[in-house]
Structure formats: structure tokens, C-alpha cells
């Protein structure tokens, strides 16, 4: 699943790393992420807020394919259309499965596979650091995501099972 989240930036984020999200109207910086079946981290990419979702999209999607290669399908929202899904076939040998609302739809409406990455997005959300984007370097910001996420796996990791009787 591949999607984004653009959050505010703090005053020390520079101006070149800055930008401004007129869907959302957010002054900042936007999260790029990829993530599995299960909900986890595969990558992310920090780029500024008016960055366009399927420019960033075709560089951390080819960063994914080099590093995951059985990867076949990649789950996206309307925002990933057009050339994205050809350029998804043509280069990276990827099929790129687009979920859109339905016209007729009023509210909130659960889409199929966006409850995962929106899950993502709320582990996020509950690391402090990650609340407001207060990292000076982009690369610094993704970090932070990596360690978030090592930190949510380990607790799932360490977490105690109930035994098998």
C-alpha cells in the first residue's frame, strides 16, 4: 500500500525542504510511505508539502522494487492514477491497483486496503517527535519514521503470547 501524509513543519525546517499542501492546507512537509499487508514499514520518502503524490511516488516505488524484488502489487488511492500505473507495468514490472470512491458515497466511507496504511499513519501519530516535522534534514525526518516503526515491531515482537494449553 502507498499513500501520504503531509504534516506542519517547525520553524527550524528550512525553506528549500518546505512547502505548502493546498489539498490539505498544510504548511510543511509530506511522508511518503510503503507499507505490507501487515501494516509495516517497507519505505518512506520526506519530501515538501507540494511535492505531487505520483512524482514521489515513481522514485520511492523504484527504491522498493530494488530492495523487495518479489514484489508485485501495490494498493494506492485516486491520487496515484495516470502515467504512475504505466510507468508502474513499463518499468518497474509493477501492477499498480487503484481505489477510488464512488460518486454516490456521502461521508465517511472505509475503502478496501486504506485501513492499513491509515493504521500506519496513526502508529505515527503517537510518537511525539513525529506529531509536527521538527527535523532540520529530510533524511534526518525519515529517520525518525525507521525508528518509530522499530520501536511499534519490537513491542510486537516482545509482546507476551498467550500459551497453547
Given at each position: ?46 519530501t515538501p508539502a507540494d511535492t505531487g ?113
Open positions: 500500500m502507498i499513500d501520504s501524509q503531509s504534516v506542519k513543519a517547525d520553524a527550524v525546517v528550512g525553506a528549500d525542504s518546505r512547502g505548502f499542501d493546498g489539498g490539505k492546507l498544510i504548511n510543511g512537509r509530506k511522508r511518503h510511505v510503503v507499507v505490507d499487508t501487515l501494516g509495516l514499514l517497507l519505505a518512506v520518502q520526506v503524490d505520483r512524482a514521489a511516488a515513481q522514485t520511492l516505488l523504484a527504491r522498493v522494487v530494488a530492495a523487495h524484488h518479489r514484489l508485485e502489487l501495490v494498493w494506492a488511492d485516486g491520487g496515484y492514477t495516470g502515467s504512475l500505473i504505466e510507468y508502474g507495468l513499463t518499468a518497474l514490472a509493477l501492477v499498480i491497483a487503484v481505489f477510488k470512491r464512488s460518486d454516490d458515497m456521502r461521508g465517511f466511507v472505509v475503502l478496501p486496503k486504506r485501513w492499513i496504511v491509515e493504521r500506519f499513519f496513526a502508529h505515527l501519530m503517537q510518537s511525539r517527535r513525529l506529531v509536527r516535522d521538527f527535523e532540520r534534514r529530510t533524511a534526518s525526518a525519515e529517520a525518525m519514521v525507521y525508528w518509530s516503526m522499530t520501536l511499534l515491531m519490537t513491542r510486537r515482537l516482545a509482546r507476551p503470547r498467550p500459551s497453547r494449553v
